[in-house]
Nanobody
Framework: QVQLGESGGGLVQAGGSLRLSCSAS????????MGWFRQAPGKEREFVATISTSGGGISYADSVKGRATISRDNAKNTVYLQMNSLKPEDTAVYYCAAGRRAYSEDAGAYNYWGQGIQVTVSS
């Protein structure tokens, strides 16, 4: 059974930083592209970042480019999302996802999803 579990969320002031982690089990982690998505209240789920199986390919949404860093540790079956200079508009539930297709900004490319973790940025 594949499980993805996010951690590291919470409440942070604008301008602050958070590091989200997503631990995976039940799959060959190194064979999966990993992505982060987020969903704010009343809005659709949106792409945040994605990283290829080896970590050599990375893509970010324009809204977080320059403020976010995605990374992975295949030995620990974990993907990370470092978010700096957080803004109130970053407030959302953040989801990690795993997929077998080439790294993609399309949520439909991902096969497995975590339950999500709340990130709240206060102004």
């Amino acid at each position: 059974q594949v499980q993805l579990g996010e951690s590291g969320g919470g409440l942070v002031q604008a301008g602050g930083s958070l590091r989200l982690s997503c631990s995976a089990s039940g799959l060959t982690f190194r064979a999966y592209v990993m992505g982060w998505f987020r969903q704010a209240p009343g809005k659709e789920r949106e792409f945040v970042a994605t990283i290829s199986t080896s970590g050599g390919g990375i893509s970010y949404a324009d809204s977080v480019k320059g403020r976010a860093t995605i990374s992975r540790d295949n030995a620990k079956n974990t993907v990370y999302l470092q978010m700096n200079s957080l803004k109130p508009e970053d407030t959302a539930v953040y989801y990690c996802a795993a997929g077998r297709r080439a790294y993609s900004e399309d949520a439909g490319a991902y096969n497995y999803w975590g339950q999500g973790i709340q990130v709240t940025v206060s102004s």
